[in-house]
């Protein structure tokens, strides 16, 4: 007996199982929505070129320096192309690195670079948007002058180039280990031809990473045919030199070949480690299997998040991922040798030690982020933190390849330790974790010194008194639960004392937060719209901005106010107020503003979450929606501020999946209007947490009620450990504010 419907049935099954898979496995392809020159143009800084998540090399072009506004070596505003260089920093307000600067090229020979006044006597080459291809893990470009098309890609410690030249153009390769952007400069470097296709060397420089030693070799697909040595502009004999600047051109014979590939494998402890990392993750010379390693890595990290958006959504979203997955960076070789802080060599240490720390901007949301979507390498941040610690006597404040910058306030690897201690992350010293947190909030630095006696920072003894003031009080909140957590009572309750210093600096009759002189009175004159870039108690902002720098305690900075009223009123006034920041010196990084918050600058990024504290939601709702639209796009210039190597992304990503951690520590996420239709989580164990948006438009930024699995969810905020169990969030959405959800104060956040 047959029954063709049944057989014909379960064909057409089969057949729609199968493009279902496809349509599946297409969507999967996540690096399709990502824009690398997303905050590529004015302040956003980021990092344009090739890389794989959390890698050690950042491949990219390097342009004329122009300013502030060229830290990551690239602005979208150049036409400019001095060379491709290995490391890059992304979205910070220093400039640094630009390590061993490559250029293919034809023609006469530079071995000094082109300037804006003067492009042609030089090396570099003007470009054209038009002709570059960036994607991650991928970057393409023609340079102009020479009619060269260079392709670059990397594994985690190794870039590849492909260079392919004009046919019959004589070929040659400049490598300069002088040139570096901003702060950073050479003071020994090394070069030696070791085989007929093989350069050895080392960069040592003097930046913001005060002593910086890399180490790198190069592996060329065709023979060099001959070596020229300079020290600077200096023609020196011989195919090994020794100098402060250092610089080759390598000559080749490709007769009827037109191309060029290089391998060059980066190391911070040795020549050898450096050629050992390209046989250990490029022993190939498949440039384009390089690519789709780098894309398929690329989309596993973006996969984390799965949403449903639209396109230009999608694109801004996914982007943001990409630019968070950029820092902390690998800072040891496949071998797990690394250099430490203590200008030692570790040798296969047991766990990846990382650097690129910039913990002012990212303990805030990128450090908690990463405990959702990063669970396989929190430990090993912290293992890091701990070796930093054991090595240079405390815990680190900005840490850059193996150096302690200093840069910025207070001790945010603080909270980022204890965030992750009460999420469950124990694989380290747990003792010695906490003896690190003690030991660093005891130094006598940064006017930490009246900190320990319970007094206030005098405002006519040190500059920025009111932000180290306030910082240091979010860190000893931190200390605090987790002294309690072990039963260290007296530690408990000293902590606790100095967490509450904060209230010391806010004057009842301004309803600002202040600084004070030694003998208690308020610092005059004040204004609270001075913005003085380092020059006065605030970093980087003013008194309006920093006034909110409460996050482990809203519920004491309500009181400070004297009531819910105030307190709403004055935050009101915070996003309304007209006046122009003043100061002769006003800092660049006080941008992306709505009256005088400033979305540009990390301080701030929880205040429009203040809200939900006095029972309105729906302001929150209101400003977070406004941030987005504003500060958030798919254009070059779609970051309003430095992206500070993932904290500008972060803030996005938990703001459009409808939440974010106020408190950076305590495990709460408080509920604000979500920008997607969906966002599903892939969290441990194989569980998915997933949060939908019922009813959302454009208009409908309105929380109205939510559910957890089918059941009735009251609370304003939602628990770390509630999503890790994984389940289906549903909130619904509508175009005026609940008058009853979230107001209570049973389920307003702690």
């Known amino acids: 007996m047959s029954?063709?419907?049944?057989?014909?049935?379960?064909?057409?099954?089969?057949?729609?199982?199968?493009?279902?898979?496809?349509?599946?496995?297409?969507?999967?392809?996540?690096?399709?929505?990502?824009?690398?020159?997303?905050?590529?143009?004015?302040?956003?800084?980021?990092?344009?070129?090739?890389?794989?998540?959390?890698?050690?090399?950042?491949?990219?072009?390097?342009?004329?320096?122009?300013?502030?506004?060229?830290?990551?070596?690239?602005?979208?505003?150049?036409?400019?192309?001095?060379?491709?260089?290995?490391?890059?920093?992304?979205?910070?307000?220093?400039?640094?690195?630009?390590d061993i600067l490559v250029l293919p090229f034809t023609g006469k020979t530079f071995v000094n670079k082109i300037t804006k006044d003067n492009l042609t006597n030089g090396y570099g080459s003007t470009f054209s948007h038009a002709n570059e291809v960036v994607k991650p893990g991928f970057y393409s470009v023609l340079l102009d002058r020479y009619q060269i098309k260079a392709k670059l890609s990397t594994s985690e410690r190794v870039g590849f180039h492909h260079y392919q030249f004009p046919a019959k153009a004589d070929a040659h390769v400049l490598i300069d280990l002088a040139d570096g952007v901003g702060w950073d400069a050479p003071v020994e470097t090394y070069l030696k031809q070791v085989s007929a296709t093989k350069i050895v060397g080392y960069r040592h420089s003097k930046g913001w990473a005060d002593n910086q030693k890399l180490y790198f070799a190069m592996e060329y697909s065709e023979p060099i045919a001959n070596i020229r040595l300079f020290s600077d502009s200096l023609a020196i004999n011989g195919n090994e030199g020794t100098a402060k600047k250092i610089k080759a051109?390598?000559?080749?014979?490709?007769?009827?070949?037109?191309?060029?590939?290089?391998?060059?494998?980066?190391?911070?402890?040795?020549?050898?480690?450096?050629?050992?990392?390209?046989?250990?993750?490029?022993?190939?010379?498949?440039?384009?299997?390089?690519?789709?390693?780098?894309?398929?890595?690329?989309?596993?990290?973006?996969?984390?998040?799965?949403?449903?958006?639209?396109?230009?959504?999608?694109?801004?979203?996914?982007?943001?991922?990409?630019?968070?997955?950029?820092?902390?960076?690998?800072?040891?070789?496949?071998?797990?040798?690394?250099?430490?802080?203590?200008?030692?060599?570790?040798?296969?240490?047991?766990?990846?030690?990382?650097?690129?720390?910039?913990?002012?901007?990212?303990?805030?949301?990128?450090?908690?982020?990463?405990?959702?979507?990063?669970?396989?390498?929190?430990?090993?941040?912290?293992?890091?933190?701990l070796a930093i610690y054991q090595q240079q006597g405390r815990l680190p404040v900005w840490h850059l390849m193996g150096n302690e910058t200093n840069c910025m306030n207070a001790n945010h690897s603080i909270p980022v330790i204890v965030d992750a201690y009460f999420k469950g992350f124990r694989k380290y010293d747990v003792n010695l974790a906490y003896e690190a947190l003690k030991t660093t909030a005891m130094q006598k630095r940064d006017g930490m010194n009246y900190v320990q006696k319970i007094e206030h920072i005098p405002a006519d003894t040190l500059l920025e008194t009111v932000a180290n003031a306030l910082e240091y009080a979010i860190d000893d909140w931190c200390i605090a639960q987790m002294a309690k957590?072990?039963?260290?009572?007296?530690?408990?309750?000293?902590?606790?004392?100095?967490?509450?210093?904060?209230?010391?600096?806010?004057?009842?009759?301004?309803?600002?937060?202040?600084?004070?002189?030694?003998?208690?009175?308020?610092?005059?004159?004040?204004?609270?719209?001075?913005?003085?870039?380092?020059?006065?108690?605030?970093?980087?902002?003013?008194?309006?901005?920093?006034?909110?720098?409460v996050p482990q305690d809203p519920n004491g900075l309500v009181k400070l106010f004297e009531g819910e009223a105030n307190f709403s009123k004055k935050l009101d006034q915070l996003f309304l107020i007209k006046e122009a920041l003043v100061g002769e010196d006003v800092s660049p990084d006080i941008s992306?503003?709505?009256?005088?918050?400033?979305?540009?600058?990390?301080?701030?990024?929880?205040?429009?979450?203040?809200?939900?504290?006095?029972?309105?939601?729906?302001?929150?709702?209101?400003?977070?929606?406004?941030?987005?639209d504003k500060f958030y796009t798919d254009q070059p210039n779609g970051v309003c501020g430095n992206e500070d190597l993932g904290q500008m992304s972060a803030w996005y990503i938990f703001s459009s999946m409808g939440f974010y951690p106020v408190n950076p520590a305590n495990g709460e996420y408080v509920f604000g209007t979500p920008l997607l239709d969906k966002a599903e989580i892939k969290i441990q164990n194989n569980k998915t947490f997933v949060v939908e948006a019922i009813n959302r438009t454009h208009e409908n930024i309105y929380i109205q009620k939510i559910t957890l699995n089918g059941a009735a969810y009251d609370k304003n905020y939602l628990n770390h450990q509630t999503l890790q169990k994984g389940g289906v969030l549903k909130i619904f959405m509508g175009a005026t504010p609940s008058p009853t959800w979230g107001t209570q104060k049973t389920n307003r956040p702690n």
């Open 592 to 628: 992306g503003l709505i009256g005088q918050y400033a979305q540009g600058n990390e301080p701030g990024h929880h205040i429009p979450y203040l809200y939900s504290f006095v029972g309105e939601p729906w302001k929150t709702a209101k400003i977070v929606r406004e941030v987005a």
């Open 3 to 98: 029954f063709p419907y049944l057989k014909t049935s379960l064909i057409a099954l089969l057949l729609s199982t199968q493009l279902y898979a496809q349509q599946k496995n297409n969507s999967k392809n996540l690096t399709q929505f990502v824009n690398p020159l997303i905050g590529s143009a004015e302040h956003g800084h980021v990092f344009v070129g090739a890389n794989v998540p959390f890698g050690a090399v950042q491949l990219g072009p390097v342009n004329i320096f122009e300013g502030w506004d060229w830290c990551s070596g690239y602005n979208y505003a150049s036409n400019t192309i001095l060379g491709f260089t290995h490391t890059h920093l992304s979205g910070t307000g220093i400039g640094d690195l630009n």
């Open 485 to 549: 957590d072990l039963n260290k009572k007296e530690d408990y309750a000293y902590f606790t004392k100095r967490s509450l210093l904060y209230q010391k600096y806010f004057d009842k009759e301004t309803q600002f937060m202040r600084g004070k002189l030694a003998n208690g009175d308020w610092k005059t004159p004040f204004n609270p719209l001075s913005s003085e870039h380092r020059k006065n108690d605030y970093v980087e902002g003013n008194a309006w901005q920093y006034t909110w720098l």
């Open 249 to 385: 051109v390598l000559d080749f014979n490709l007769k009827n070949k037109n191309e060029i590939l290089v391998k060059v494998g980066i190391s911070p402890v040795s020549i050898a480690n450096a050629s050992e990392n390209i046989k250990a993750e490029i022993p190939h010379w498949d440039f384009e299997q390089t690519v789709k390693n780098a894309d398929q890595k690329w989309n596993k990290e973006l996969n984390k998040i799965d949403i449903s958006a639209d396109a230009k959504t999608k694109t801004i979203f996914y982007t943001a991922m990409y630019h968070t997955a950029f820092a902390p960076s690998l800072f040891n070789d496949h071998n797990k040798d690394y250099f430490g802080t203590d200008r030692k060599v570790y040798k296969n240490a047991n766990f990846n030690n990382y650097t690129t720390f910039s913990l002012w901007d990212t303990y805030r949301a990128l450090h908690p982020l990463f405990t959702i979507t990063q669970a396989d390498k929190v430990n090993d941040f912290i293992n890091s933190f």
